[in-house]
């Protein structure tokens, strides 16, 4: 089982911050790759960032220069911080992690993908 809680939602004003955190708990053996995705409605998942374990990131262009992803590995965390939020930042935000797990006594493993739940941000026009 893994389980991610989120943090950090909210609505905030243009060109105001929001920082989201997200924690990872559970069974896996280590943890690949953190994320976000995005999706306002009507729209279609968006990715917004990843973080490797190694700390190289990928951001979407739209949130370039503006976001900032990082991760705690001893806390098993991932961080977004948003800056410059505009109205077209209004989503859900969701979590996402890709983890090796142990699957049998002989200590093969393979990689799962999981979604968080998901925190509201809000940005009014």
């Known amino acids: 089982q893994v389980r991610l809680v989120e943090s950090g939602g909210g609505l905030v004003q243009p060109g105001g911050s929001l920082r989201l955190s997200c924690a990872a708990s559970?069974?896996?053996?280590?943890?690949?790759?953190m994320g976000w995705y995005r999706q306002a409605p009507g729209n279609p998942r968006e990715l917004v960032a990843t973080?490797?374990?190694?700390?190289?990131?990928y951001y979407g262009d739209s949130v370039k220069g503006r976001f900032t992803i990082s991760r705690d590995n001893a806390e098993n965390t991932v961080y977004l911080q948003m800056n410059s939020l505009k109205p077209e930042d209004t989503a859900v935000y969701s979590c996402?992690?890709?983890?090796?797990?142990?699957?049998?006594?002989?200590?093969?493993?393979?990689?799962?993908?999981?979604w968080g739940q998901g925190t509201q941000v809000t940005v009014p026009s």
């Open positions: 559970g069974t896996f053996d280590s943890i690949n790759i």
């Open positions: 973080i490797t374990s190694g700390r190289h990131t």
């Open positions: 996402y992690i890709n983890v090796d797990i142990v699957v049998n006594v002989e200590g093969a493993r393979r990689q799962i993908d999981r």
